[in-house]
């Protein structure tokens, strides 16, 4: 296997950080029911600032760098609270830039002040104002880096280099990673780096893999991958992955399947992976392997199957392992969604309060129908990426 450790031990002294980027390990799920399958985690946590998103941050920054958009004494400009920002305070940090991001007032704690801790500077904006005002984050970070002498705007949502980092790296790491025999993969949207990324690899290099969505409920995407149609989104509680628009770098067409995973269940999922398989991961990576469960349980036959720990679970210790914040939200510590995947009695409760069998909530959604016009601009914030 040509994995982490084995390039670790051939080279065991590393010229800088950035070399630690990406080469994650895959771990195989083997305490939790799969049913017929074989189900693979690659730890992008073990990335130096803790997520799959100092691939891209990488990528993206030597790009700029390579086209004269990023010069020596430049400025980092994006709007982020998540591991983008993280991702850019490591390689735009390492790599002497100034790195500014604009971080709307709701963000989570734990990233904004582990970005200053890495010498980012760091702007809050108001997060109750939409695209098109001058407070929204998205649009302040576009007016400061216009203001700005040597800024370059990230702009994670159209940057090319964005699902570049993943089409180079991590789709080709999977297949060599699996012996070239990959089923399906399930990954998550935020910007949709990662679904285009890997999907145009599997693409052409391995055409079988089916490329599979795992969303919060109320995010606009897997509707719209169901449907066709751009329905009202709603509020979730998971991290880094769900929509209220259709990214430009999210070319959905790549996706088989999409399941809309509530919160609960994500949260239950991450927690679950901890106890039954040590692995220490977000509320995102809840909502993927709750996905991959899904999927994994429905096949008649056996499938080798990928997922993504798409960041570290340190950095949501104050939600997902709170049994304080869990009780604040209604949902039970002790709920163990992916541990007792045939148990009708646990109950996902919504953010409204509202209750519900999670196993007539499993939808398995196949993208037929024709798409309605995208919209391809923000409506609101949602979550942190
Ligand atoms: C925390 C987190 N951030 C971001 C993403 C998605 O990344 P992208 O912006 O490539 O769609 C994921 C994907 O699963 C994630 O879990």
Not at 141 to 163: H, K, L, S, W, Y
Not at 231 to 258: C, K, M, T
Not at 263 to 279: I, N, Y
Not at 291 to 313: E, N
Request: with cysteine; glycine share 10%; aromatic share 6%.
């Amino acid at each position: 296997m040509d994995g982490r450790l084995s390039g670790a031990t051939v080279r065991i002294i590393m010229a800088s950080v950035l070399d630690l980027i990406g080469n994650t390990p895959l771990v195989e799920v083997t305490r939790i029911d799969r049913g017929a399958c074989r189900l693979f985690l690659k730890l992008e946590s073990a990335n130096p600032s803790g997520s799959l998103k100092d691939r891209p941050a990488r990528t993206m920054i030597e790009a700029a760098e390579a086209d004269g958009r990023l010069k020596s004494g430049g400025t980092i400009v994006e709007a982020t609270a998540g591991n983008t920002g993280l991702g850019l305070a490591l390689v735009g940090g390492r790599k002497g830039y100034r790195t500014l991001l604009v971080v709307p007032d709701k963000m989570a704690r734990e990233k904004v002040l582990h970005a200053k801790a890495m010498g980012a500077e760091v702007v809050t904006t108001r997060s109750d104002v939409g695209k098109g005002h001058p407070d929204y984050y998205q649009d302040l970070a576009e007016t400061i880096a216009r203001r700005t002498p040597g800024a370059f705007f990230v702009n994670q949502f159209a940057n090319p280099a964005n699902p570049q980092a993943h089409e180079t790296t991590t789709g080709p790491e999977i297949l060599r990673q699996m012996d070239g025999d990959v089923d399906a993969i399930v990954v998550g949207v935020g910007s949709g780096g990662t679904l285009t990324g890997i999907g145009r690899f599997m693409r052409d290099a391995s055409p079988k893999t089916a490329m599979i969505l795992a969303d919060p409920e109320g995010s606009v995407l897997a509707p719209y991958v169901e449907t066709g149609r751009m329905g009202q989104a709603g509020s979730w509680a998971v991290e880094g992955i769900g929509e209220d628009f259709v990214p430009p770098n999210a070319d959905l067409d790549l996706l088989s399947h999409a399941f809309a995973i509530p919160d609960a269940e994500s949260f239950a999922c991450a927690r679950d992976l901890l106890r039954a398989e040590g692995v220490l991961a977000g509320s995102s990576s809840g909502t993927l392997l709750a996905a991959a469960l899904r999927y994994c349980r429905a096949q008649a036959a056996p499938k080798r199957v990928v997922s993504l720990v798409c960041d570290s679970g340190a950095k949501y210790l104050s939600k997902v392992f709170n049994p304080i914040f869990l009780a604040q939200e209604g949902w039970s510590p002790s709920s163990h969604a992916c541990a007792r995947p045939t148990s009708r009695t646990f109950r996902s409760s919504t953010r409204a309060g509202t209750s519900s069998a999670w196993s007539t909530r499993a939808t398995c959604w196949p993208p037929s129908s024709p798409r309605a016009t995208i919209p391809t601009r923000p409506l609101r914030a949602r979550s942190s990426r």
